[in-house]
């Protein structure tokens, strides 16, 4: 019971935190929320769904999702973020909620209202059993899934040279650029991991429902959102820490509550998210020392 | 400073000439579908314009909007339904409730107070919030909202349809209310109180330091706003008699925001103008909808054309013309500088 | 070499810099002098392609750089150590240096030079390499701010109040590894200070800001042993 519920957890968790991730790389260069975030499971719904029919397999077909993915996030800096960066924080969140409801309504108008079924490889949805614990086969693959990015990612924040400058950028933009970093290249390539990252959890995500519908974007970004204000808007560590709470008081509640008050179940998270924001608004994990916007 | 009284008259009585005239517009053309559009419209007004309230005195973005609507809406609805129709529609709703009803009228009355207080108890502690973390909780409070309106089956209905509300909102209705709202923001914006909030968004420091209280100044905009936004929920649920939790949410807000951030939210001008300019584009484009949908051209069901239009329109304002039509002018200044200030 | 003409700059409403004129020959030190509030740092960071330029033109060797990106302004030779000298403090003291290299990234001979070249004009910073840059005392980040801005290989310095918020033992040691620097390269200094005694120490030529404006200059040798410059810079006429 115990094994069954750290597996539950983690397989939820990992899936949250790379989704909180993706979400806070934004954030933590321009201080600005990205509102269309939940798109990006949009697209890779509907790039797998369109690409039912095709002959490759099913692999190389996540893979070109993934692609479209962060293609759509690094469209998402164009259309919504750079014409009105400079104005207001207020304006980038209305240009990107503009730019989710753009995207929302154009797979309403070009294929439909209904949900599609999403093809996933049937082995993802076997169960296996091991130490009492019965689990199906994706949420194992969630978590070594989780467990090889994310230790990718902080390498890469670690070691190279860009990972370093997107890190400087997060602290103090403007210094980072004094240096040389290019600004352009520091928020493109956030916005294209952004993506990747959300391409990833996204086709994780799809494998557990295995559909797909205009307004699916709304959950993953309503988790993000909270995973990285109980995290820390700022600190790439706390996104991925708030990741995992949110699974954890997501579980306990599924496991703890009653039917009739789990329905108030968003209700708790919420008031729990404007909680924290109130009493401890940079989140469990401080982010770097500075967080002026640019 | 003098002409504040005066400034608020030409104001008001433009909005109350402009109302007049789409009422006669609309007696001119006689037809259901027009009289429903103008009292969509109407009921919108309330709503933008208590929106503009808070957004545009204040300077900071609301989500929370059309939650305080859902709320109006409801508890307008609960209190109205005829006794007999509750057993119906809401069989396991609290007794006191169960046998009392009231005239709609007063329901609406009830919607925005409820509204209001509401309003009052979630968010003052979220008035000293400022950007992103300001927005993020006003989402916060639309989810809290909207989450409780589904799962509190037993006055809600649920996530099932709300019906049986009785249908008591009229054109004039509609259109007296939305005219009461108009003047509750010309007073409001040149009272002390929006005097002192707008001086807060302009400068935080400086006005704190004339003796603002921002967090109070805020707390009481949002107030007023979260009121009219009950009675426009009110009216229209009287309107439309059956609604689901799904009709305040996402969709309409966004639609709120289009209107506030195309007419600009800084005047209540601008509030009703974009209130006007995007229900005669939705309402244009609908009809194109319709036209390529019945006309055999297209296949495939055209929606969503509508808000992809609006989406960027919205972008394309934000970007070209961030101040919406009417940046920092109402009306009433506009037309005494080209008419009065000639000598 | 560096050339700035009648610029002007503004923060909204506020005008920072009314009208500043002044340019910086080839290997020269130039100080800017005034006190706090005369614009001396909107100066610099205008030059560096941070701050907005309301009106005027910089420009450096012969081309203008007006409109340029700060990126581009430091990719052309002038390197920046702001005022609250802006250290990544998440970032090991390494780190911090490595980035300071961003432009050279390409051509890790010179990045191995210039590094062991920061690390022999400040062996403390290569004593704590690997400490967070954060826990570095006052003085120790100056250095490691300086030491980033020389990893870019500049052609030219431009130096904010280096000694802000420093004990007199420590200002007096910065001064010390500034003039060994000029000593070692003909590196091009534009220096902004209050400081100024400490500052008339390294400097050929000096200008006095106040309220925005260039109000007089001079060479800092004939400067120094007048009494004029008190009455300029106090404002004592």
């Not at chain 2, 939650?67 to 709703?93: E, H, R």
């Not at chain 3, 701010?145 to 500049?154: C, K």
Request: glycine content about 8%.
């Amino acid at each position: 019971m115990m094994l069954q519920f750290i597996v539950d957890v983690l397989s939820l968790g990992s899936m949250y935190a790379l989704f909180a991730l993706g979400l806070v790389l934004v954030y933590g260069i321009l201080k600005l929320v990205n509102f269309a975030y939940g798109e990006l499971i949009l697209v890779i719904g509907y790039s797998i769904f369109l690409l039912k029919g095709s002959p490759f397999p099913w692999f190389f077909m996540s893979f070109i999702a993934i692609i479209m993915c962060i293609f759509t996030s690094i469209a998402t800096d164009y259309v919504a973020f750079r014409p009105v960066r400079e104005k207001s924080v207020t304006a980038v969140l209305i240009t990107s909620f503009a730019f989710a409801t753009l995207l929302q309504n154009a797979a309403l108008l070009l294929i439909s209202a209904k949900p599609k079924n999403v093809p996933m490889p049937s082995f993802l949805s076997d169960s296996v059993q091991f130490l009492g614990v019965i689990t199906p086969v994706r949420n194992l693959i969630s978590i070594f899934v989780a467990v090889v990015c994310l230790f990718i990612f902080f390498q890469f924040m670690k070691r190279s040279l860009l990972g370093l400058a997107m890190r400087a950028s997060a602290t103090n933009f403007n210094m980072a650029r004094m240096l040389g970093i290019p600004a352009n290249l520091v928020i493109t390539t956030a916005f294209a991991l952004s993506g990747l990252l959300a391409g990833i959890a996204g086709t994780l995500w799809m494998s557990k429902i295995s559909m797909v519908f205009p307004g699916i974007g709304l959950e993953p970004l309503l988790i993000a959102f909270i995973a990285t204000v109980i995290g820390g808007m700022r600190s790439i560590q706390g996104a991925v820490l708030g990741g995992f709470i949110l699974a954890f008081i997501d579980m306990s509640f599924n496991y703890l509550l009653p039917q009739d008050i789990l329905k108030f179940r968003d209700a708790f998270t919420f008031s729990f998210v404007i909680l924290i924001l109130l009493i401890r608004p940079e989140g469990l994990i401080r982010g770097p020392a500075t967080g002026a916007r640019t | 400073m003098k002409d504040f009284t005066n400034e608020n008259f030409i104001n008001i009585l433009f909005f109350f000439g402009l109302f007049l005239l789409i009422y006669a517009l609309n007696i001119f053309m006689g037809t259901a579908i027009f009289e429903r559009i103008v009292t969509n419209l109407f009921i919108y007004i309330i709503l933008v314009v208590g929106l503009q309230v808070f957004m545009g005195n204040s300077g900071i973005l609301s989500f929370a909007h059309i939650g305080y609507m859902s709320i109006g809406a409801y508890c307008s609805g609960i209190f109205s339904i005829p006794v007999k129709m509750k057993s119906m529609a809401l069989p396991d709703l609290y007794y006191f409730i169960q046998i009392t009803t009231f005239d709609p009228i007063i329901c609406i009355f009830i919607g925005g107070i409820f509204a209001a207080i509401v309003a009052a108890v979630l968010t003052l502690p979220l008035m000293r919030l400022n950007d992103a973390a300001a927005v993020i909780t006003s989402f916060a409070v639309l989810m809290v909202i909207h989450s409780i309106v589904v799962g509190w089956s037993a006055v809600t209905n649920g996530p099932r349809t709300f019906f049986g509300v009785p249908k008591a909102t009229t054109l004039e209705l509609a259109m007296i209310f939305s005219f009461a709202a108009v003047i509750i923001a010309f007073l409001y914006k040149n009272s002390r109180f929006g005097l002192l909030l707008r001086a807060t968004r302009d400068n935080e420091v400086a006005a704190e330091s004339i003796g603002a209280n921002t967090v109070y100044l805020r707390w009481f905009a949002v107030i007023v706003s979260a009121f009219l936004a009950g009675i426009a929920g009110g009216l229209w649920g009287h309107f439309i008699t059956s609604f689901s939790p799904k009709s305040f949410y996402l969709r309409e807000t966004f639609l709120v925001i289009s209107m506030i951030i195309i007419g600009g939210s800084f005047t209540v001008t601008g509030a009703i103008a974009g209130a006007l300019f995007v229900t005669i584009g939705y309402e244009f484009l609908r009809w194109i909808e319709k036209v390529i949908k019945f006309s055999d051209a297209i296949k495939f069901e055209f929606i969503g054309l509508t808000e992809i239009f609006l989406s960027i329109t919205m972008i394309v304002f934000l970007v070209t013309k961030p101040k919406g039509l009417f940046p920092f002018l109402e009306i009433g200044e506009i037309i005494k500088k080209k008419f009065f200030k000639k000598g | 070499m560096l050339e700035v003409k009648n610029l002007k700059v503004n923060y909204g409403q506020v005008v920072a810099v009314k009208k500043v004129d002044l340019h910086v020959a080839k290997g020269e030190t130039v100080v800017l002098l005034g006190a706090n509030g005369a614009g001396k740092s909107s100066t610099l960071l205008s030059i560096a392609g941070v701050s907005n330029k309301g009106e005027g033109e910089v420009e450096f060797l012969g081309s203008n750089i007006t409109k340029l990106s700060p990126e581009k302004i430091l990719s052309l030779g002038i390197a920046t150590v702001p005022e609250n000298r802006d250290i990544f403090p998440d970032l090991l003291v390494e780190e911090n240096i490595v980035l300071g290299g961003y432009v050279n990234r390409k051509n890790s001979k010179i990045i191995k030079q210039t590094r062991n070249e920061v690390y022999d004009l400040f062996p403390i910073l290569f004593e704590r390499k690997n400490q967070v840059a954060g826990t570095l005392s006052g003085g120790e980040q100056q250095m490691l701010a300086i030491g980033r801005a020389l990893m870019s290989t500049p052609k030219m310095l431009l130096l904010d109040e280096p000694s802000l918020g420093l004990a007199p033992t420590i200002v007096e040691k910065i001064y010390e590894h500034i003039a060994q620097l000029k000593k070692n390269s003909d590196l091009t200094i534009l220096l902004v200070e209050q400081h100024a005694m400490k500052a008339l120490s390294i400097a050929d030529r000096v200008y006095f800001l106040r309220l925005g404006e260039i109000v007089s200059s001079g060479n800092a040798s004939e400067l120094k042993n007048t009494t004029d410059f008190k009455k300029i810079y106090f404002g004592e006429e």
